[in-house]
Nanobody
Framework: VQLVESGGGLVQAGGSLRLSCAVSGNTSSINVMGWYRQAPGKRRELAAAISTFGGHTNYADSVKGRFTISRDHAKSSMYLQMDSVKPEDTAVYSC???????????WGQGTQVTVSS
C-alpha cells in the first residue's frame, strides 16, 4: 500500500485547508485509515480516523467539531477537511493505513500545515 499526501501549506487562523491522501496498492487487509500529526517537540498524535468498513469516525478532542475525515472509494482517496484552524494545529500531518491486528501499518511521507496567528 502506498500513501501520498497533498494539500498542506500556510493558512491564517480561522481559515480552512483540505488535505488529501491518495491510496494505491492492495488495501484488502486494511481496517482503518487515519490522519496523524506531529508538532515540533511533541509526540505524534491521532487527529482523526475512519474505519474502512462502515465508515465509523473518531476524532481527537482538540479537533472535534472543526475537522472532518472522509473517504472516496471511487477515487481511492482519503481527505481531512480542516476548518476554523488554530495556530496549535501547526504540524506535519501524515496519512496512515493499518489493520486492527497490527500486522499491516503503512505511512505517507507527511505534509506540513502551518497556521499563522
Amino acid at each position: 500500500v502506498q500513501l501520498v499526501e497533498s494539500g498542506g501549506g500556510l493558512v491564517q487562523a480561522g481559515g480552512s485547508l483540505r488535505l488529501s491522501c491518495a491510496v494505491s496498492g492492495n488495501t484488502s487487509s486494511i481496517n482503518v485509515m487515519g490522519w496523524y500529526r506531529q508538532a515540533p517537540g511533541k509526540r505524534r498524535e491521532l487527529a482523526a480516523a475512519i474505519s474502512t468498513f462502515g465508515g465509523h469516525t473518531n476524532y481527537a478532542d482538540s479537533v472535534k467539531g472543526r475537522f472532518t475525515i472522509s473517504r472516496d472509494h471511487a477515487k481511492s482517496s482519503m481527505y481531512l477537511q480542516m476548518d476554523s484552524v488554530k495556530p496549535e494545529d501547526t504540524a506535519v500531518y501524515s496519512c496512515n493505513a493499518a489493520s486492527y491486528d497490527g500486522r499491516y501499518d503503512y505511512w505517507g511521507q507527511g505534509t506540513q500545515v502551518t497556521v499563522s496567528s
